[in-house]
């Protein structure tokens, strides 16, 4: 098998356990090798003076693939920070706090039990698509590679990650060492890595009865750990109305990204999160730009240009495309202090445009602190955002080998298919895929068709603020997909 069906965006991703594993032990020593081969040009640091840290989620698997990467590093002469149970955004930390070379994280993110990967980072943040390529390359080309008894020095880093979170607290709110005295804050971590938030919040005062699935257990008993899933948002939004919490955080596997539910029980996800991750990012950066990805409503746009006067950019999917959207408008001198997917893959300016879960929900208990001095609740700062009456997604699979030039050329005409409609307005920030706005008459919303950014899959998202107008937009729709034979709906 070519290594390189493990690329996955910016991730090596595959099955990791069972008969069709695909990060075998010799798949991951042979990514090993090649990510050493492929640091001194990437770093410009010498090979012999590069330092690693290495961390994973808890995943079953982990511990087998950590000893591969460690056997590799040990015969290559590499110094290793072996930082065990560990989230994404730390081990990104680890270069900018511990200083090391380079970084591995081995998890999957929310993908089953079964899956696994790793992830890399400098201390200019994670590998691009291009430098996963190029290590998968390298990789292929391997005819043999080193490995000697795995070797590291065994660090605790997530204690001085949430070290950094706990005094952010305390700076942020102001009220002595133990900030969150009075407030009620329950914690589910899926059996992820994101137990260590509920001791965080423990040692900062606050009341954590009810928090759940804070032990690591890499086979996912309760939920799948994923903010996304309807399932897990309805595990945290009980355990807040059963405990009459103040606050409920969510978090995914491996913690890059999260989600809350308010006193009321209400999420507070997708476009929500980004209504508040706004307020909080444009408060030092007023009128600045928020990044998003394209399938964002309406709604939070008007949110965020009307009602916080900021300017709100949608971009393409992915969480790296918005990040390195952000950044690629800051160089250009236009003051953007956030990127954020309506995923939760939440990154902002002043935290080196890291997506961190743990450090969004840590600048959401700062402001829900802010807003209790003021007799206020988070809820009463997202009273404006207006709600779609009606979204939905529909996915379709393409039956055809060269799947990404179909693809496109079913977006094609259906560009050309709108122009025959004047009530069909084309959106005027199309950046992905087409999107379209329906007249108040016909649909009264927008329907948005695009290419998944990796899957042989063609989704629709469609939003309406009338009662009848999804019938209307889809009835527009099937009359245009109904003559593509090559698309099968997921």
């Not at 902002?348 to 001095?373: P, S, T």
Request: charged content about 25%; some cysteine.
């Amino acid at each position: 098998m070519s290594l390189m069906k493990l690329k996955s965006g910016t991730d090596i991703r595959g099955t990791a356990v069972g008969e069709n594993t695909e990060l075998t032990d010799e798949a991951v020593m042979r990514i090993a090798s090649a990510f050493i081969s492929y640091l001194p040009e990437k770093t410009g640091v010498k090979k012999e003076n590069i330092t690693l840290a290495v961390g994973h989620d808890s995943r079953i698997s982990a511990l087998r693939i950590k000893n591969a990467l460690l056997s590799v590093f040990a015969a290559e002469g590499i110094r290793v920070l072996d930082c065990g149970l560990s989230s994404t955004p730390a081990m990104f930390m680890t270069t900018v706090t511990l200083g090391v070379t380079a970084s591995v994280q081995i998890t999957a993110s929310h993908h089953p039990y079964d899956k696994n990967g790793l992830k890399f980072f400098t201390k200019d943040g994670g590998f691009e698509g291009e430098d996963i390529k190029a290590v998968l390359l390298k990789a292929d080309e391997l005819s043999e590679v080193k490995t000697a008894s795995p070797d590291a020095e065994k660090t605790d880093f997530m204690s001085q990650y949430s070290e950094i979170l706990k005094k952010k607290i305390i700076d942020g709110i102001t009220d002595g060492e133990k900030p969150l005295s009075g407030f009620h804050i329950v914690v589910d971590a899926g059996n992820g890595a994101g137990g260590f938030f509920k001791k965080l919040l423990d040692e900062l005062g606050a009341d954590t009865v009810g928090s759940q699935f804070l032990e690591p257990d890499g086979m996912f008993p309760n939920h799948i750990p994923n903010p996304e899933d309807k399932t897990a948002m309805g595990f945290i939004c009980k355990a807040v109305t059963d405990n009459n919490a103040d606050l409920g955080i969510i978090f995914d596997t491996d913690v890059d990204r999260a989600a809350c539910v308010s006193s009321d029980g209400n999420e507070i996800n997708r476009n929500a999160l980004i209504a508040l991750a706004s307020v909080i990012a444009l408060e030092n950066s007023p009128g600045g730009t928020v990044v998003t990805d394209s399938v964002t409503s309406s709604g939070l746009r008007e949110f965020i240009n009307e009602q916080l006067h900021g300017q709100h950019y949608r971009y393409k999917r992915g969480y790296k495309n918005v990040i390195n959207k952000a950044i690629e408008l800051n160089r250009e001198g236009i003051d953007c202090p956030l990127a954020i997917e309506t995923s939760g893959h939440a990154a902002l300016r002043e935290n080196f445009f890291l997506d961190d879960g743990a450090y969004l929900m840590v600048k959401i208990i700062i402001l829900m602190a802010k807003m209790r001095k003021e007799g206020k609740t988070l809820q009463s700062l997202l009273s404006s955002l207006k709600k779609p009456y009606e979204e939905k997604e529909i996915r379709y699979i393409i039956e055809e080998e060269d799947f990404r030039a179909y693809g496109e050329k079913v977006i094609r005409d259906f560009e050309e298919y709108c122009e025959q409609f004047p009530l069909i307005i084309p959106a005027d920030d199309n950046r992905e895929g087409f999107r379209v706005n329906f007249h108040r008459c016909c649909g009264d919303g927008w329907l948005l068709v695009r290419l998944s950014v990796h899957d042989p899959v063609i989704p629709v998202n469609m939003e309406t603020d009338s009662d009848d107008g999804m019938a209307d937009i889809e009835r527009f729709w099937n009359g245009f997909i109904k003559n593509y034979e090559k698309l099968r709906k997921k």
